[in-house]
């Protein structure tokens, strides 16, 4: 990506167990943090019929996938992204 403060992508996450299965079956909200050199512009959890702020830095989770929506600016690095939920446990 471009660091011209122009340049997006999108950043497909999944939830997944111990296993590494895919966790859809709870709607837990999870919060995203994304720190480094870019911006969070928005986020989807492919719920239709959940009438959420896309711009907004938390959603309900539906599928266990996410779609974050990532700008970065004018300095080349790191993007970090942290995602946090209540007994949800990073690896």
Do not use: P, W
């Not at 403060?5 to 111990?18: E, F």
């Not at 266990?64 to 209540?86: E, P």
């Amino acid at each position: 990506m471009t660091t011209d403060n122009d340049d997006a992508c999108i950043v497909d996450l999944k939830i997944k167990d111990a296993k590494g299965n895919l966790c859809h079956l709870t709607k837990n909200k999870v919060t995203f943090k994304v720190t480094g050199n870019a911006k969070l512009l928005g986020l989807d959890n492919g719920d239709m019929v959940d009438h959420y702020n896309y711009k907004e830095d938390n959603v309900k989770k539906m599928t266990g996938r996410f779609d974050l929506m990532v700008q970065v600016n004018s300095k080349a690095g790191y993007i970090n992204i942290k995602a946090v939920s209540d007994g949800l446990v990073m690896k």
